[in-house]
Each structure stands twice: as structure tokens, then as C-alpha cells.
């Protein structure tokens, strides 16, 4: 017979989880609702918050995954949650902000490049899903990524909206470019095109300070500027494409 407390794991206990291992997903659906009210505040007419909404959803991407590598917290659950979110936040709330924005002066023809777009984001993170899988006993940091990203995508994808909000582009203005505009970013996210990994990236010591002053800097434009720091961001991620673009010598698709 066992005394009272021999028992180092009562038979309740077992069946509790730690909150630490639920706040990845915890944080996956936060930013899934971000993704939704985006959308919301699309169809209201208001942009800006719209585009902020998107923003912090990105936040919550990568703090997600951050904690469920720092706590051991990942499953194949969560994993497939955080796809569906991604999908939403990045793939359907960026292209219906666009289409409210600029397309629809377009009606059907524009809907057809929203359609695009969530589509080639869907077919992404499915090609990053299955790479995943393949991967899972490969070591070391990848020097590059398989196709644009869906969050960078979708950065990109909202490129028109942020030179509207800063006021250097009007709605009105060349729809059937930003339909276009559209269609190439999803190219690119379904392509095959090796593009810059942040994971991978190695700053020469002698240039920390510099990146420190210059972080410095972006910070004090993002509170006066802020949609033009966007615009400068997606400019200089841009660069990074067209080099990949350029050393790939237009093979994107082999």
C-alpha cells in the first residue's frame, strides 16, 4: 500500500498541460484575428488601420514561432494552425485591402487578381510545408528561402496601399498596374527563386555601429513617416529580389 504523497505523479497531474506550451498557439490565433479584422476594417474603408492590423500580425508570426522553438512548445498541431492563419493574414486580408483600395473600379477582372494571389500564397505555404517535413533532420541555417516568403509577400502585395497612405499614389490611379503589381508578386511567391534568408545574414563587426545608428534612425522616421519607412523597407527587400533575380538569370521556375 502507498503512503500518502509516495505518489510523484498524481494520476490529475498527468492530464494537465503547461500553459507555456499553449502560447504559441495561443498567440497563432491572435494573430488570425488580426488577420480578420484587417479584412473587417478593409470593407470599412479604413486603410490605415487595415494595413496596421496586417502588421501586427506579422509580429505575431514570428513571435509564435520564436517562443514554441525557445520552449519546445512546436507540434504538428500548431504547425498547421499557424498555415491556415498565415493563409488568412497574408494570402486573403493583404489582397481584399488591395482590391477595396484599387480594384475596384475593376469589378470582376480585379477580383480575378485577389483570387491570384490568396491562391499562389496557399500553394506556398503548402511547398513550405512539405519542404518542412523533408527537412526536419537537416542541422545548420538556410541560407536562403524557396520562393518569397507569405508574410514578405504580403508585404510586398500591399506595396500600392502604402504609397497611397503616404500619399504619393492615388487609389484612382492605374488600377490595371496594381492588378499587374499583384499577379507579379505571386509569381514570385510560387517561384523558385532563392531569396534572402534574415536567419542566414552575417553583419562584418565593423558595421554593427552602423546598423545601430541606423536603426536609430528608422525608428524615429517610423513615428513621423511611417508609411514611407514601409515603402523604403519593401524598396530595399525589392533590391534583394532583383539580385536573386539576376544571379538566377530568370530561371525561377526550375
Known amino acids: 500500500m502507498l503512503e500518502p504523497g509516495s505518489e510523484s505523479n498524481p494520476p490529475n497531474e498527468q492530464t494537465r498541460v503547461s500553459i507555456l506550451m499553449l502560447l504559441p498557439n495561443m498567440i497563432t490565433l491572435l494573430g488570425m484575428s488580426l488577420g480578420l479584422t484587417a479584412i473587417r476594417f478593409a470593407i470599412e474603408g479604413r486603410f490605415a488601420t487595415a494595413v496596421f492590423m496586417i502588421l501586427l ?3 505575431a508570426d514570428g513571435l509564435d514561432g ?4 525557445r520552449f519546445g512548445a512546436g507540434s504538428p498541431m500548431g504547425a498547421q494552425l499557424d498555415s491556415l492563419s498565415d493563409f488568412l493574414c497574408f494570402g486573403v486580408a493583404p489582397a481584399i485591402i488591395i482590391y477595396q483600395l484599387h480594384l475596384t473600379q475593376l469589378g470582376g477582372f480585379g477580383w480575378i487578381f485577389v483570387l491570384l494571389f490568396a491562391a499562389a500564397t496557399c500553394l506556398r505555404l503548402a511547398r513550405f510545408n512539405v519542404m518542412s517535413d523533408q527537412a526536419d533532420q537537416s542541422t545548420g541555417l538556410k541560407a536562403y528561402f524557396v520562393g ?8 510586398l502585395g500591399l506595396l500600392p496601399a502604402f504609397l497611397t497612405l503616404s500619399g504619393g499614389f492615388d487609389p484612382g490611379n492605374a488600377p490595371v498596374i ?11 511567391m510560387i517561384s523558385k527563386l532563392p531569396t534572402l534568408s534574415p536567419k542566414a545574414v552575417r553583419v562584418p563587426r565593423r558595421l554593427v555601429a552602423v546598423i545601430m545608428v541606423a536603426t536609430v534612425v528608422v525608428i524615429g ?7 514611407f ?6 524598396a530595399a527587400y525589392l533590391a534583394t529580389v532583383g539580385y536573386a533575380l539576376v544571379r538566377a538569370r530568370g530561371r525561377i521556375f526550375n
Open 148 to 155: 518569397v516568403p507569405a508574410p514578405a509577400g504580403a508585404f
Open 66 to 69: 520564436f517562443i514554441a522553438r
Open 221 to 227: 522616421l517610423g513615428f513621423t513617416r511611417p508609411w
Open 57 to 59: 500580425a506579422m509580429l
Open 229 to 234: 519607412v514601409l515603402v523604403m523597407i519593401d
Open 178 to 188: 496594381v492588378a499587374i503589381w499583384l499577379a507579379l508578386v505571386s509569381i514570385l
